[in-house]
């Protein structure tokens, strides 16, 4: 530091007449500052550059964690993770509902069944429901109705394949049985020759209401529905 100042005194004392003599600590001093803050900046620059990075790697990383596949998305303690798109296979429920279609009135809808206007008669045996897209074979028979689904053609049902109704004198013997009430009608509901039936007294005959073999589009609700609906002449 006296190198220093002996070097800056030289200098000063060889300048031009009417320059005032320098001031050396004066000098020193702002050198001082003029490299603290040069010192400073650098540091502040370095922090900034790094936390720069910092922040773009986190951004990025962020960005590939969330726009992968949902199912890899684990959340944290008390967190749920986000649901997967796909959605869970539940099964449908069978809701009630209503709606105008082409004139007619959708009064309740399985799994995959809709019960709606039924605008046709069926000689003896009438019902004022008829699932959606069944079509009776030709000629309707007085006590026997034979309806086919809508992915088969009336002429190309097999023995089991359509939904049958007929009036009989006598109810069959059902097993699995299950016996329900409502409207003043007494529902019966079982198996029989390995079809799901359904059968109510209506009057003095009992309306049978085989359901095709191996069936999953009927429920219980929705065939005591569609009997509801009927009658006996």
């Known amino acids: 530091m006296d190198d220093v100042k002996k070097l800056l005194a030289e200098f000063a004392d060889r300048s031009v007449d009417g320059i005032p003599p320098a001031d050396v600590d004066a000098d020193v001093a702002r050198g001082r500052r003029a490299l603290r803050r040069i010192r400073a900046r650098r540091r502040v620059t370095g922090v900034l550059c790094i936390a720069a990075a ?3 790697v986190l951004a ?19 967190e749920a993770a986000p649901a997967s798109v796909t959605g869970s296979a539940t099964k449908p429920v069978a809701t009630p509902s209503v709606q105008d279609s082409d004139g007619e009135i959708e009064l309740y809808s399985g799994p995959a069944v809709s019960l709606v206007t039924n605008r046709e008669a069926w000689n003896s ?22 309806l086919a689904p809508p992915t088969m053609r009336t002429g190309d049902l097999g023995e089991n394949d359509g939904l049958e109704l007929r009036a009989e004198p006598q109810a069959l013997s059902l097993t699995a049985t299950r016996v329900t009430s409502a409207g003043g009608k007494v529902f019966h509901l079982g198996q029989t020759g390995g079809r799901e039936t359904g059968q109510v007294l209506l009057g003095e005959r009992w309306l049978l209401v085989q359901l095709p073999a ?9 065939l005591r529905r569609f009997m509801a609906s009927c009658s006996v002449n």
């Open 125 to 146: 045996i009438t019902c004022s429901l008829t699932p959606q897209g069944w079509t009776p074979q030709q000629p309707v028979g007085t006590d026997h109705v034979l």
């Open 60 to 78: 990025l990383g962020q960005l590939k964690w969330w726009g992968g596949d949902q199912s890899q998305v684990a959340g944290g303690a008390g």
């Open 54 to 56: 910092t922040t773009a």
């Open 214 to 222: 191996g069936n999953l589009d009927w429920n219980d609700d929705l």
